[in-house]
């Protein structure tokens, strides 16, 4: 069995990340830092958020339930996507963060206090988005299950890019859920624009330019020779035209019903 080697980056990485943001959450309940470090939209002030918001909380709940998935989302860019993880998760954090700034402010319709939206959310959405559609794109079978993978463990969070109200959730929870579509977008760009980048599916010989056909007819009939009971004495030709007839007549049948 292949077993694949643990990058030193997968665990190093996540783990520093996991690790500033809990000093920072320690640093706001000791009346550190209070004020709001988050984004603002369209505020000047909310600009230093791009950067800093991911690294802050609101409450303990918030922090928990944003410390598994980064880490485990984080270890799998690292260690699927190598040095490429680094420009993934600066870019994504940025871009991100950069478009939650310059979406208007919809708390406005329903109160008079700006927001500030905080928290790793963003982060996650695009590390998680950039990993389901860059297996898909690429066709390379351990990424396509690492796709399927996170697909199994946070398939559920495609719900968190649409406002709560839509989905007739009204609890009270403020949840930005411009940051989670914005990140979702980030990763899914990431994912397409990076798509030829790195470790992706590679063609069999007879699917590339290079390889030389002129042995085919040779090997034809050798497989003839010796499975003839499959071909029944039928040529090449044959056996091809049969089949393109019996796959027209299969779809036929289907345009049919």
């Known amino acids: 069995m292949h077993k694949i080697p643990i990058h030193k980056e997968a665990i190093i990485v996540p783990t520093i990340l996991i690790g500033v943001i809990w000093l920072v959450y320690l640093l706001q309940n000791f009346i550190i830092l209070k004020e709001c470090y988050g984004i603002i939209p369209l505020s000047f ?8 918001a991911p ?13 598994v998935p980064l880490y485990v989302l984080t270890f799998f ?5 190598d040095k490429l993880a680094y420009f993934v998760l600066i870019n994504g954090w940025l871009i991100s963060g950069i478009v939650v700034w310059m979406l208007p402010d919809f708390t406005i319709m329903n109160s008079s206090i700006l927001s500030c939206h905080i928290g790793a959310s963003g982060i996650i959405y695009v590390l998680a988005f950039f990993l389901f559609f860059s297996g898909i794109f690429r066709g390379e ?6 796709s399927l993978l996170v697909v199994f463990l946070y398939g559920s969070m495609v719900w968190g890019i649409f406002p709560r109200e839509l989905l007739g959730i009204f609890n009270g929870e403020h949840i930005s859920w411009e940051s989670h579509l914005s990140g979702a977008v980030t990763g899914f760009i ?16 007879w699917e590339t330019e290079e390889y030389d056909h002129s042995d085919d007819d040779e090997l034809w009939e050798r497989y003839k020779n010796e499975y003839p009971e499959d071909f029944n004495s039928i040529s090449s030709s044959e056996f091809f035209k049969n089949k393109e007839d019996k796959k027209d007549l299969t779809t036929e049948n289907r345009k049919d019903t």
């Open 141 to 146: 079978k351990t990424l396509m299950a690492v």
């Open 190 to 205: 990431l994912a397409y624009m990076l798509r030829n980048i790195g470790k992706k599916r590679k063609k069999p010989n």
């Open 77 to 81: 860019t690292f260690q699927f996507y």
């Open 45 to 52: 002030k909310g600009l230093r958020g791009i950067i800093l």
């Open 55 to 67: 690294l802050f909380h609101g409450n303990l709940k918030h922090i928990i339930s944003n410390t």
